[in-house]
């Protein structure tokens, strides 16, 4: 059984584990000041698109989180957040559209939805990783967790969402 049962009552989210970067450099590449920071939960994160949106970054488990609660810079954001780094990310928004993405050193390696695809395209160099997760209709959320926690090390907890966190303002989302 899957530790990530608790994923399915979000709404929206997305979680990105950064390895091969510290906290701060991982906040500049995403636009945000590493020096302007306060303690949040995940929950006071949310995103209400008329105000700033805040995110959790952190350093854990040897890499660092960021958790964007109605947010998606960090996917936006993958490709020149990975330069001299690895970086594995899971969108779901209210619409329960979702996108996995795994970037390395600036460049996508591997994409795709895990709620209509089963892992990324033929070819792609992940068979070990998603060996055994299900994802499709009813495992969909839970499988992108564990495939993010398999490419990077980094474990999303919802007991460390509900902490407060270090949390830094990003600049818009367009």
């Known amino acids: 059984m899957s530790p990530y049962g608790w994923v399915e009552s979000l709404e929206a989210y997305c979680f990105t584990a950064v390895v091969g970067l510290d906290r701060d450099e991982t906040v500049r590449r995403l636009g945000g000041d590493p020096a302007a920071s306060q303690a949040r939960t995940f929950d006071e994160c949310f995103w209400a698109a008329d105000g700033p949106q805040w995110a959790q970054v952190e350093t854990l488990d040897g890499g660092v989180l960021v958790a964007e609660h109605n947010g998606w810079r960090a996917e936006e954001a993958a490709e020149p957040l990975s330069q001299g780094a690895r970086v594995a990310c899971f969108f779901r928004n209210v619409q329960a559209v979702m996108h996995f993405v795994y970037a390395v050193d600036g460049e996508v390696v591997a994409e795709f939805d895990p709620l209509l695809q089963r892992g990324p395209a033929a070819g792609v160099q992940l068979s070990v990783a998603l060996d055994g997760l299900p994802f499709g209709l009813f ?31 990003l600049p818009p989302l367009r």
């Not at 490419?151 to 907890?157: C, Q």
């Open 139 to 169: 495992d969909a959320e839970r499988s992108a967790l564990s495939l993010l926690e398999r490419l990077t090390g980094v474990s999303v907890r919802r007991s460390w969402l509900d902490a407060p966190q270090r949390a830094v303002a």
